[in-house]
């Protein structure tokens, strides 16, 4: 009895250029679909149970589901891809036995379709999907509405056969792995902190306000979809909160820091290095910038603008009154909520 497992040694990138058809005309590859460990890796997968006593080929086919495993009309391309598919094979032999055989995706790229427009490509490519017969969870794909947004979301699912000893092709039903999700690189979430005004804050300070300037524009025009911190060494970690949005400018609020304990480890350190950490609570993307806390009020967070600044906004025209800090709740005593992250 054969009993072949199949399982991602390597997941894909999360986020993939897809290909238009055009730009694998006459045999090019178009872009490559890498790895996510980096460095130009790619998808791998382990095949174990592999024994020649039972069966004289080993077969693992691949193709495009959705996140919810229907059949994508998105096509794979490259080595060992044909109509559309992943198509691998191997003769196994003695020397196979008891051994995992790693199985690498290293010239392949995914192939989209136009979904809008009269073209009809997109019918066309669905109808090309059904052809293949590669549906391992027996799900219709007629049954799956594709959008503009849902289509531009996929994973890869692959199985694995075998060619027994009298030449009958025979699927594993137990030998079926599935990817994480792919999704189109358009929808990858951009944070990166530019630039911190001021650039220090004060100890002693009832509470302060702070400015971040970033490098593209923010992802979300709702300042509840961003969570805001101030982290020390040891994961000690100060709740801020995010006071109001621009295109790329976020305004928070720093709470007192008096009398906190997490500032005793430095007690004689003018400055304490620390870092503001912004989350975008959709996509759990976060960036961190450099920040320090004085102990001597040179700044006492003065938000004149900076001198190099480029065209941004300016207290005079954000459209914030001057008293929108002082209706902000912070905890009685001027105290300061304190979290461990695990």
Known sequence: MVSLSLSILEQPARYHRFRYETEIAGGKLGGLLYGRSGSKSCVRLTLRGADPAVCRTVIVIGGTISPDGYPHPFYMHGDSCESGAFQWRRDITAADVGKEIEICLEKVSL?????????????????????????????????????????????????????????????????????????????????????????????????????????????????????????????????????????????????????SALLGGSATADRIECSIRIVDLKSDVAAEHEFYLSRSCTLCNSLTEPAHKRSRCSPSNDGQPETEIAVISLPASDSVEVKTEN
């Open 111 to 259: 192939v989209c379709v136009p979904h809008g427009g009269s073209s009809g490509k997109l019918q066309k490519a669905i109808k090309r999907r059904e052809e293949i017969q590669f549906n391992p969870f027996n799900k219709k794909i007629s049954e799956m509405k594709y959008t503009s947004r849902n289509v531009r979301e996929l994973r890869l699912v692959f199985q694995a056969y075998y060619i027994d000893l009298n030449g009958k092709t025979v699927p594993c039903k137990g030998a079926i792995a599935q990817t994480e999700v792919i999704s189109d690189i358009k929808f990858q979430t951009k944070l990166e902190i530019e630039e911190a005004h001021p650039s220090e804050g004060y100890v002693h300070a009832k509470q302060q306000e702070m400015w971040l300037y970033f490098k593209d524009a923010l992802p979300h025009t709702d300042a509840s979809q961003y969570n805001a911190f101030l982290d020390f060494e040891g994961e000690q970690i100060v709740q801020c909160k995010v006071l109001w949005l621009k295109k790329q400018l976020m305004s928070i609020i720093i709470p007192s820091l008096r009398g």
